[in-house]
Every structure is written in C-alpha cells, then in structure tokens.
C-alpha cells in the first residue's frame, strides 16, 4: 500500500487565488465542518489541548519545587543530602517534561466493551498513548505512557488479534496543533454512530468493505487481515520480504511491524535502535506521520542518499552511470582506487628512495628500507588508514636514523621515535610520506578519482570496467554527491578504515577528568561526615562518582536515534527497507553493514523496479548475505486502487513483469480512467487538464507524472504547482518523476507523455508505477499517438 495522511487542508496563502489550480467555491463548501476529516480533527484538538495545559501546570509546579529545593537549609550533611537528592530529582523531571513538547500524544485506542467500561452514550473507552504518562488535577489519567502495559494494544493489536480494541487511532501533532488522523478499525460494529461518521484515513475504506452487501467483501476483508497479520507478527530474526502490488497495504503492515517490534522487544531493540531506509524524502514525511513518536528516540529514518552521515544526496545520476555505479563491480573498483594511491618511492618521486630536504639537510632513506616499510604495511591486512600509522612510524623513525648518520650523532633506538616525531613537524616531511602513503577519507578518494581520467582508466581496468563504463564515471571536481554514490562513499569508508589515535586520546583524557571528579567528590564527602553513612543494606548513602555525575555537564542527553544517525558504523537492532526493489547490489551492502544480526523487513514489488540494477529477485539478492533465513510474505488484494484502472494498469504489467500476477483489486467505483489528446502547446492545455481533475476531486490531491526528459518543462507549464524535484511537495498539485512518485498516492493523478516514460531504461516499469499512483481518478494526456500498451483507454 502506497501511504496517504489525512490532513488538516493545506496552506495555500502563498498561491494566488485566481490561479485555475484552486478548488472550486463548491469544491470549497465540500470541505465544510460537518466533514469526517474536519469534525476528527476537531475532537482530538480538544483532547490534545487539555493534555498541553496540563503539562504546563506540571511544568510551573516543578519550576516551582526547584527553585524551593535550591533555596533549602543546608546546615548538617543529612539537609544537604536531602537537598542535593530534591535537586537533582526536579531537575530531571523538568528536563523530562521539556522533552516531550513535540509528539506529547500520538495514539488513541478504542477497548471493546469488554475490556473497557462502556461510556454514558454507549460507547467505549477512548485511551490516549503518548510519550509521558499524565493525569488531569482531579487524579484521572488522560495520557497513557507508551511504555506502560496499559497502551500494549496500540502496539500488540493486529486484525488477525485486535487485543480487545474497537478502534486504532495515530494522530500527528505539531505544535501543539492535530493537523493529521488515521484509523484503523477491528470492530465497526463496537462503534457509535457518531465515531463511524468520523473514520478517516483506511479506516473508512475498509468499513465500507465490511459493509458490503456480498460474502465475498467479507472473505476480501479477512484475507487482507490474515495477509498483514503474517507480517506484522513474524518473528525478529531472519529477513522478511513483504512482496506486494500497488494498494495491497505492504508499507502500512511493515510500519505496524515496526512498533510492534519496538513495543514487543523493546529492551534489544531500544539500545540498538531501528533503521528506515525509504526511497525519497517525500516518503519519509508520509512515514513518519505513520509511526508512533517513540520513532523521534528509536527510530532513524534515511533516504539512500543521506544514509552515510554528512553527506546529503537527492540527485540521481544518468542511467547509464547509475548503471554502473550499482554494479557489485564497484567493490573491486574502491579497493583497486585505493591500492593506487599506496605508491612506491619509484613511482612517487622517480626514485627507488626517500630523498627529504630538512632542516637538519638532505635525508635519504635507501629504496630497500621503504619497501621493507611498505610491504609491511600492506601484509598487516587493515584499513589503509589503520596501517598508515605503520607506515608514518617507520619511515619517521627511518628519517630518523639518516639525520643521525647525516649530524654523525650516535642512532640510539631507544631516541629515534623521539627525533622523528620532530621531524613529522617539518612540512616537506609530510608531504613526502603523504605522497607515498596518504591519509584519505572515502570523499577525497572518490573526488579525486572520478577527476582525474587517467587514474580512473588504470584503476578501471583493473576493476573489469570497459572504457564506456569507465567514461561514465567522469566528471568534473566539485560536482556534489549523487544518491548512487552513497553506496561507494559507503565502501571506501570500509576499505579505507578510521585513525581512531585521536579518540583514543580524547577517551584517555575524558577518564583522567573522572577520575580527578571523582576525587574531588570523595573530599567533598568526607568534609561533610556523608562517606561514613550507610543505608539498610551496608552500602554508602552517596557515592563519590554518583556524586561527580551529578555535577558534571556532558550537554544535552542524546537519544539512540541521535547517537545512531550520527555514526556511520552503528549496527541497528532491526531494518526496515521500503520500496527495496530500487537498491542495487552496492546499496544492499551498504544497507547490510547496518545490520550484521540481519533482522529486517523488506518491502516492495520487483514489478514496480525503476532502477536498472534493481532488485528482480528477492531471494537472489538477499541469500547472499542471510542464507536460508529468506522469508517471502506475498499480499495480493489491491484495496486502494479501483479496478477500472487497474486492468489499464495490468495491461503494462504484462509488459514490464510478465512473471508477476497483478493484484486483485476490491473496488469498482470511480471514474473510468481516460486518455486525453493535447493538440496545443502544454503550456496552454494542460493547466486546464489538471483545475478538472481539482474540481472534480474537490478535496485531495492531484500528482502530474512524466517521464525524466519532460519534468521540467512540464513544471514549467504548471508554475503553481509543487514540484518534488524543487520542493512543494505538499501543495494540492505536484509534478513528479517515476521514480518521485514511488511509495506515494493520490485522488487523481495525471500521466503526461507515457511515450516518454516507455522510452526510459525501465520504461514499462516507470508506466506502471505511474498509472498505479491514483485512487480515485487517471488520466493519460499525450500528444502523439497512444501506446500500443494503453488502446484500452481508446
């Protein structure tokens, strides 16, 4: 299933009001308070702003007891222990309580009237889950925190097993304002009219389902339960591929799986965290609506191309270059890159030596001795940077001994690392060993060889590169990261290795600081008589480094999530791949090293694969690295798209996979999707073309889809439209590639020049991914002839 918010209607104050874009004045009436959408909002806003009151009262109170506890006698050491306990237990919980300012509610669930006591109006109990537990003035809880057994069910609930609710609800808060709802709803029958009036989101989908006045509506409903189920509960370990067409729910059941798994196996999974890796930036924001807030301190969400920290990559590469960057060839491209900047004297300087001029004059280290050095270094078999540091030692202690020979001063061994740890200060000393042995990081390597053309064919050819592929990874310094070279990035970071020399010293000198702390503190302790004291069990009132921790400011607390996305060699509890049929064989190594215990879910369709070296065969791209620990988990009812489009789109679907069976799609209602001829000029047709499919819409969201030749213009011709590839992707309208639209849907979408999309490398795939985007409304505009695959439409 392709994920779709519903949200508070959008800000539109920056786009002029008599653009053809803008709904209608009857569209706009449509939108009114008595929507479904508009009258959710409006009584969770209520809830939510009484949950924010009562949080700033706890938040004055404990301002309050602070201040008291600073201003508490402090005669005798059992007043300043007192004190120092009331201080620093206020303390924590004001900083719990300014923690938890965004997100403070993100769930409600709805118990069956058996687990819940039925309300005045026959009704059930509404439990709100959030970040904090809170409870209003007169001691009733209006907030259950996630962590208590009390909000199980927002986690454990599955339609196969719905733990006793009703109803499911995840609410998007920001700044303390609802702007987003969706349902799930186990039990319509346990519902009160009013609360069916105001289902949104898939909730009020599949109640119309149920409701439906044939059998076969209830065993679709039943096979969409028992197919999700499966995937949300299958167990931690192993790899679980979630293989599903357009609007079958896949994305949805692994997000599900997501918090369940973090509620279920929360102590594994809490320290290590989970990892989202999703196709686009637009699809993390539609994700992350999805998942509860406990994803703010568990969860990393990334794209491929921000999966390497620091490094920001949305542009894809041409896909000829893709092509090859994506290739598994690449692994001997790095280490071959690397190995040729492990240079010998001879090809360094044109000698077999190390000539140095200094200070001290000329030294010369003779070509045996550096290449006793370097062949030692390459044999150690580490990183490059790792064993440089073996390299820098013996050549400084080798210059060393040729300054002693050229002063006549007696070599004494036990002197020499001394006099080159001088010399390592001389400039011309540096720049000689780094032209032997230089210390790189994963973007000066790529940079400098994807630069410089004559390396790239040395070092190319030995890689098994042909001179067209080595070509397509020329260009110009200074061009920016690509999403493709991310992966590469990725492998020379592990080819290359770190010099940890520094954080070993930081690290030696942190623990010298504690320790001289925790002195301090024991002095303190026993100035004041409290070393002596013992409690019940024998052991010490106050420990001297529970003292010093107390006082020590290491700066704001770091969640897993903040420490996790900070470092490039985490290792996460779990990972969560959507729309993994566009990773290449580089990207799932990439992916891989996260994730060494290889637990993850796996989410797409081979039939839906834009990328050349994507993924067309889950168990060939994933035995390698978890061998016989593969599970595929097929869903195959299409509830979101009707089934008039559908057939359109399965007509491509023969074409792009013959091997793979369309979904079968529940829904028959809608418009029948058309073909429409453009005769004109884009720019004065096709704005018309789109305000129809906005007024017959009313209210949702309308997707211009085209090929990666035609985006440009086509965004162009509609200047007050979002455009994914420039932002504004959250306006009414917005123009997409392909490969932009994956993972998203829309009320109505229009394909401008399928031809153009047919032409692209994985043109019937990219076709289908397009058609398949809409739920309500598809139209085809062209200005040539239909495509052969499209003459339904006629």
């Known amino acids: 299933m392709e994920l779709r918010q519903v949200d508070a209607a959008p800000d539109t104050t920056d786009t002029p009001s008599d653009t053809v874009l803008h709904p209608s004045p009857a569209a706009e009436a449509a939108r009114g308070a008595d929507s479904p959408e508009r009258a959710a909002l409006a009584e969770e806003q209520t809830r939510v702003s009484a949950m924010y009151e009562r949080l700033d009262a ?3 109170y404990t301002d309050g007891q602070l201040s008291a506890a600073h201003l508490q006698a402090r005669s005798g050491y059992a007043a300043l222990v007192e004190r120092e306990d009331r201080s620093f237990a206020q303390a924590r919980r004001r900083t719990q309580l300014g923690s938890v300012e965004e997100g403070l509610c993100f769930g409600r669930i709805d118990l069956a009237a058996e687990d819940a006591a039925a309300t005045e109006d026959g009704g059930t109990e509404a439990r709100y889950v959030g970040r904090i537990g809170l409870r209003d003035a007169e001691y009733e809880t209006i907030l259950v925190d996630w962590r208590a057994p009390a909000a199980r069910p927002f986690y454990a609930a599955t339609p196969g097993d719905p733990s006793g609710l009703t109803r499911r609800r995840h609410l998007r808060v920001r700044r303390r304002r609802v702007v987003g709802v969706d349902d799930e709803v186990f039990d319509p029958d346990g519902l009160t009219e009013t609360d069916r009036r105001q289902l949104v989101g898939e909730a009020a989908l599949l109640a119309s389902l149920r409701r439906g006045r044939t059998g076969r509506m209830g065993d679709i409903v039943a096979t969409i339960q028992s197919e999700q189920d499966r995937v949300i509960r299958a167990g931690l370990s192993g790899v679980v591929v ?16 997501a918090a369940y798994l973090l509620y279920t196996h929360r102590r594994a999974l809490e320290r290590r965290g989970v990892l989202v890796v999703g ?14 807030s406990l994803g703010e301190t568990d969860v990393v969400m990334r794209t491929l191309g921000t999966l390497v920290p620091g490094v920001e990559a949305h542009e894809h590469d041409a896909h000829a270059t893709a092509r090859v960057k994506g290739s598994e060839r690449m692994v001997d491209l790095v280490r071959a890159a690397v190995h040729d900047r492990q240079r010998t004297p001879t090809r360094a300087f044109g000698s077999p030596g190390l000539r140095v001029e200094t200070d001290a004059g000329p030294l010369v280290v003779p070509g045996p001795a550096c290449e006793r050095v370097l062949s030692a270094a390459r044999g150690m078999r580490r990183a490059h940077n790792v064993a440089r540091k073996h390299v820098v030692r013996s050549l400084l202690t080798e210059l060393a001994r040729a300054e002693a020979t050229l002063l006549s001063r007696p070599a004494d061994e036990d002197d020499l690392p001394f006099h080159g740890e001088r010399l390592w200060h001389e400039d011309a000393v540096r720049e000689a060993i780094d032209a032997l042995w230089p210390l790189l990081t994963p973007r000066r390597l790529l940079e400098e060889l994807f630069a410089d053309p004559e390396a790239l064919g040395r070092v190319g050819e030995r890689a098994g590169l042909d001179a067209d592929e080595r070509a397509a990874l020329v260009r110009a310094p200074g061009s920016g990261w690509t999403v493709e070279d991310v992966p590469l990035l990725d492998e020379a970071a592990d080819v290359l290795g770190r010099d940890d020399s520094a954080d070993r010293a930081r690290e030696r000198r942190e623990a010298a600081a504690r320790a001289e702390e925790e002195r301090y503190a024991q002095g303190v302790l026993e100035a004041t008589g409290l070393s002596e004291v013992r409690v019940w069990d024998g052991s010490k009132l106050l420990e001297e480094s529970v003292l010093a921790e107390r006082h020590r400011d290491s700066g704001p607390d770091l969640t897993t999530a903040d420490r996790a996305g900070a470092d490039r060699e985490w290792t996460y509890g779990h990972v969560i791949v959507d729309e993994a049929q566009e990773l290449s064989p580089m990207a799932w190594r990439a992916v891989m090293r996260r994730v060494p215990t290889r637990s993850l879910t796996v989410v797409g369709d081979v039939a839906q694969t834009g990328n050349t070296m994507g993924t067309r065969s889950w168990v060939a791209a994933l035995e390698p690295y978890a061998r016989e620990k593969v599970r595929v988990e097929r869903l195959r009812v299409n509830y979101r798209t009707p089934a008039p489009i559908m057939a359109v789109a399965a007509d491509v679907l023969r074409e792009a996979a013959p091997e793979e069976e369309p979904p079968e799609s529940v829904r028959e209602e809608g418009d029948p999707p058309r073909a429409v001829r453009i005769g004109g000029t884009w720019a004065a047709e096709l704005p018309v073309l789109v305000a129809e499919e906005v007024e017959a819409i009313g209210e949702g969201r309308v997707a211009v889809i085209t090929g990666d030749r035609d ?9 007050e439209a979002g455009w994914a590839g420039r932002g504004g992707e959250d306006r009414p309208v917005v123009v997409l590639t392909a490969r932009e639209a994956k993972g998203l849907e829309f009320d109505a979408v229009v394909v401008v020049e399928p031809d153009t999309l047919l032409g692209q490398p994985c043109g019937a795939n990219d076709l289908y991914v397009a058609l398949t985007r809409a739920t309500k409304r598809l139209t085809v505009a062209h200005t040539g002839e239909l495509p052969q695959v499209l003459k339904r439409l006629e």
């Open 279 to 292: 196709p686009n930036p637009a699809f993390l924001r539609y994700i992350g609506d999805v998942l509860p």
């Open 58 to 60: 706890l938040r004055d």
């Open 711 to 719: 985006v440009a213009a086509v965004a162009s011709a509609l200047p």
């Open 242 to 257: 979630v293989q599903g067409g357009p609007g079958t729910g896949k994305t949805v059941a692994a997000l599900h799986r």
